[in-house]
């Protein structure tokens, strides 16, 4: 008889943003002609940058001619002229990061749910809370030992390491999902210090790199002395370019991150990613790599930025709001979220409902992202300009 992996049955029945949308869904069905504004999950609503989108019809159209036609990729890790750009992108804030150290993916998920397939099973994994859900699915569906470093009001959301525990495989995501707070280089050093003496992985997620404007907050681990002995980093074109629907994103896994195994040997991590990737993954298509290639350009740079900006305005519209009603938070600076404290003391679920059947605005709740989420509630400002501000006018009317 087939057996299961019983691993996912200690998981949540759903994933948090399906129970989100079931509720969602159920409350239009009942009030349909309820205007609501999302203000959940973090996709992107602005368009594509013109010349992305030209890049990946030239790159589709070469695919229909016999002379320019692709197949594989010959190295499964990424056109070298995608991998190149990348490279320029890390020299233009300072990092040097080889393009034979970049691999190219579908999105900073997929690797950061995947990576642990190259690991063993009995690695003490150590996650921030509140955290991105995907860091601890994937551990608990291999059976791993997951452990929390608490991130909470009093630390600013940004947990540090406790020298008395041990860890094996270390999740760091700055600007952080959910809290939207940013670690400082001295911060990222004490991690990465941790991280060496415990002989232990860093695997850094650099989603929302691009919506730093702090100058004292890095832009990637590999800007800090050490990281390149203890990190993997993981990045994603899906709010940086508005990827979302697109799917590319790459990873770096410098040279000289190795582990020894069991037997002594010592193993380079870049050739057993590299190994396990050729098993079960084919690659990103020619026309989005052509399409990721163009957002490096000095016309691709200047057109996403215009985007970006644009989210950020809509961040400072929520903090204004938050201001207002005397609300604390945190982000909105260096991040494309607003981490608000719920009012009264309410619980993350509570006021979910509050806002969604009240003000018809539908947000996060903190408690899907961890136990020091539960009291906190996650507003993205990736929507239209104008339904942001709607949904502020809104907020700002209820009685708490």
Known sequence: MATINENYLKLEKNYLFINIAKKVNEYKEAHPDADIIRM???????????????????????????????????????????????????????????????????????????????????????????????????????GRKVIYADSNEENGFAAMPDESVHADLIYLCSPNNPTGSAYTKDQLKAWIDYAIKNNAIIIY????????????????????????????????????????????????????????????????????????????????????????????????YEQTRENIKYYQENAKVIAAAMDEMGIKYTGGKNSPYIWLKCPNGMKSWDFFDKLLTEANVVGTPGAGFGKNGEGWFRLTAFGDSERTKEACERIKKLKF
Not at 72 to 84: A, H, I, P, Q, V
Not at 217 to 239: D, H, N, Q
């Open 40 to 142: 959940g999950i973090g996709d992107v609503t602005l368009p594509i940058a013109k010349c992305v989108v030209d890049a990946m019809k030239k790159g589709a159209d070469e695919m229909g001619v016999k002379e320019t036609f692709k197949g594989y990729e010959d190295s499964g890790t990424g056109y070298d002229f995608l991998k190149e750009a990348v490279s320029g992108y890390y020299e233009g804030f300072g990092v040097t990061v080889k393009p034979s150290e970049i691999r190219i993916n579908d999105g900073a998920k997929s690797d950061c749910g995947n990576i642990v397939d190259i690991f063993g099973d009995d690695n003490i994994v150590l996650i921030t809370d509140p955290a991105y859900p995907v860091y601890v699915d994937t551990n608990l569906m291999s």
């Open 205 to 300: 997620d650099a989603a929302y790199e691009a919506f730093i404007t702090d100058e004292a907050i890095p832009r990637s681990i590999f800007a800090v002395e050490g990281a390149r002995r203890c990190a993997i980093e993981m990045c994603s074109l899906s709010k940086t370019a508005g990827f979302t629907g697109m799917r590319c994103g790459y990873t770096v896994i410098p040279d000289e991150l190795t582990v020894i195994a069991s037997d002594g040997t010592v193993v380079s991590i870049s050739q057993l990613w590299g190994r396990r990737e050729g098993s079960k993954f084919n690659g990103v298509s020619y026309p989005v790599q052509c399409a990721a290639a163009a957002v490096f350009t000095k016309e691709g």
